[in-house]
């Protein structure tokens, strides 16, 4: 497949700990969904699971964020989730749902799970008709923001290196399987297409693989490093022990922007 011109706009912002990455993911999240209501009247959000993101999502619940955010108007999908129960301990789903989605004033019909507890291949089927069924019969959807964490491997979302998955181009949703169980994901295509990506990313066990992808040249080897939406913008949320190894990156002043203009990234 030819390869195609991608105008994407990076921003990486350097904070001191996890609590200061979550008031500042908060932050970045309540802008973005009042300016996109204001906007079109909607706010299609996709969460992710695992430890870093759950303070923050806490803060969304907390009398300083609560009612800031117009929740009959945000809609929430997934990612990527195990298949397990909506009630299991690693449901990604019941991470979100213990931490805040219980605790604000969201519609039920707002809340787009990946029914895990279905066979891999249905659950990857049924949650691709559920996305399609919210945004209609546009070829891809444009989900206005999308949260995603990164492995120590560079996965994200449950993106491999060396997976299959990775070269899904005609689907939504996949599953795929790992050493530790099933999982359905959302395709690179869809990530791609978000209007905003924000990556959470904290702890020196993430130094390297971060120099890897935001400066190394063999960032394409990295799941994570093959997220480049097409028309949008990624904001990067880190903290200093994660940013041990980045030169490009001035600390003392926390963040800094970078323009990348028609770098081609070959599919496959």
Known sequence: MDAFKMICTIDVRVLQDLDAISHEAAAVFTAASRDCIALKGSFAIALSGGSTPRRFYTLLSSDSYINKINWRCVHFFWADERCVSKEHEDSN????????????????????RIKGEKEPGDAAIEYEDEIRG??????????????????????????????????????????????EGNRVTLTLPVLNNANQILFLAAGSSKAEVLYEILEGENRKAYPAGLVKPVRGKITWLIDRRAAGRLKKVNLGVNNFLRNEKNRKIANG
């Open 134 to 179: 919210f945004f209609g019969k546009m070829a891809l959807p444009v989900f206005d923001f999308i949260i995603l964490g990164v492995g120590e491997d560079g996965h994200t979302a449950s993106l491999f290196p060396d997976s299959r998955a990775l070269k899904e181009t005609d689907r939504l949703a996949v599953s795929v399987s790992t050493d």
């Open 93 to 112: 789903f019941r991470s979100a749902f213990k931490a805040f989605l219980s605790r604000v004033p969201l519609p039920a019909g707002n809340i787009h």
